[in-house]
Every structure is written in structure tokens, then in C-alpha cells.
């Protein structure tokens, strides 16, 4: 069983589109991140959720808007894609009640803006 | 401000040798430091964290990473790499509540037979 499952693995859409992309994790975690890889592979926080409570919102446009309908899951759509918006999405989940601090990543979701 | 540092974007190293590659911490109060590795296409994989306790913390495939309070050091070593080792490396801080990670820019690491 995949623990932290990402759809879709890939994604090419035009300008001006919006997207979304799902996250869901089978780990009973209660904090869940999105981040961004660009093409130079630096990672970005763009959310956090803690128990379907946003904590973390790292100076993201608001064309990402993310949404946790539960614990399990976590869904970023976009609007309006822009170029630069072109990267890889990772979502990832860990435990803040178990205090291990590991962190659990999808395979990832590549969005390509043309 | 938080951040975590990794100075080399490369390390080369023949296969047998010793590996190391280096990352450094700003992260105040008691950190919790993180190695993960990136596989080509695929997502990060925890390697092995310091929490609290001995300053020598061992993870999977033989790594082994030193916390080093005085130097704010955090370097990933193994004794003898393999080629299967080759791989993107990233060092990661938190703070105690894990609201948020900070990554560093990521090591190359190219072991060559």
C-alpha cells in the first residue's frame, strides 16, 4: 500500500488554466505539507495543515488554494496557471502528536505550464 | 531566521571510500535535523534524524550522520560508498512542533566505480 499517494503523477495544461492536484495519506498522520521542487531541485513549503487546520502559508499567490476535507487528505488547486508555476509538487505528511518528526513524501505530481 | 545550508551542490567520491556531505543549521533552541535522499522521478526518503541524545545518529543503508553543537554541523557520512548511493541528498531543521521544514539546497552525490 503507497503511503502518501499523489494524483496525477504527471500534468501539461496551457497558461491561464486551472488545475488541481490531490494528495491522500494511509498513515494516520495529522500534519500535512505541500512543497514545491523547481528546476533546480530547491524545495519551497508552500502549506502546511495541521488536523484540516491550515498553519503554514509561505507568502503562496492565492491562485494555490489548498484544501483538507480530512485528516487524510490534502488538495492543492490552482488557477490562473503562469509559466513559472512550471515544477514539481510533493506532498508529504508526518505525526506532530508522535514527535518522530519523519516525514512521509509522494512520488510527486510534474506540472509542466506551457 | 530558520535555515539549513548544504555549501556543496556535488560530491564525488570513489566507490569504497568514505563519503561525506556537509550541512550546516541556523535553527534556533534545540533542532531537529533530518537527512532525507532523492531518487531520480521519485519523492524524498527519510534517512535518519537527531532529536536529542547521542550526538551519532545512524540510519538506513549504513549512513550515519554526527550533530555537532559548537560548529552548528550536521554532515551525512558513510564509511564505504557504493554506486547505489548515487543519489540527491537533502538535509532538513525543524523545530520542535514540525510545523515547518526547512530544506537545504540539496548535495549531488555521484559515486563512481
Known amino acids: 500500500d503507497t503511503a502518501v499517494s499523489q494524483t496525477p503523477k504527471y500534468l501539461v495544461t496551457q497558461m491561464g488554466n486551472d488545475k488541481s492536484i490531490k494528495c491522500e495519506q494511509n498513515l494516520g498522520h495529522d500534519t500535512m505539507y505541500w512543497y514545491k521542487q523547481d528546476s533546480k531541485k530547491f524545495l519551497k513549503i508552500m502549506f502546511s495543515y495541521n488536523n484540516k487546520e491550515l498553519i503554514i502559508n509561505e507568502t503562496v499567490p492565492n491562485r494555490f488554494s489548498p484544501k483538507s476535507p480530512d485528516k487524510a487528505h490534502l488538495n492543492l488547486h490552482i488557477n490562473s496557471l503562469e509559466l513559472g508555476d512550471s515544477a514539481v509538487y510533493f506532498c508529504?505528511?508526518?505525526?506532530?502528536?508522535?514527535?518522530?518528526?519523519?516525514?512521509?513524501f509522494g512520488e510527486g505530481s510534474r506540472l509542466t505550464v506551457l | 531566521a530558520q535555515s539549513v545550508a548544504q555549501p556543496e551542490d556535488q560530491v564525488n567520491v570513489a566507490e569504497g571510500n568514505p563519503l561525506t556531505v556537509k550541512c550546516t543549521y541556523s535553527?534556533?533552541?534545540?533542532?531537529?535535523l533530518f537527512w532525507y535522499v532523492q531518487y531520480p522521478n521519485r519523492g524524498l526518503q527519510f534517512l535518519l534524524k537527531y532529536i536529542t541524545g547521542d550526538n551519532l545518529v545512524k540510519g538506513s543503508y549504513g549512513f550515519e550522520a554526527e550533530f555537532n553543537k559548537s560548529q552548528t554541523s550536521f554532515h551525512l557520512k558513510k564509511p564505504s560508498a557504493l554506486v547505489s548511493d548515487s543519489a540527491l541528498y537533502f538535509c532538513a531543521g525543524s523545530l520542535y512542533n514540525f510545523n515547518k521544514f526547512y530544506f537545504g539546497s540539496g548535495t549531488k552525490l555521484n559515486v563512481k566505480p
Open positions: 508529504a505528511s508526518t505525526s506532530q502528536g508522535a514527535k518522530t518528526g519523519e516525514l512521509f
Open positions: 535553527v534556533s533552541g534545540n533542532p531537529y
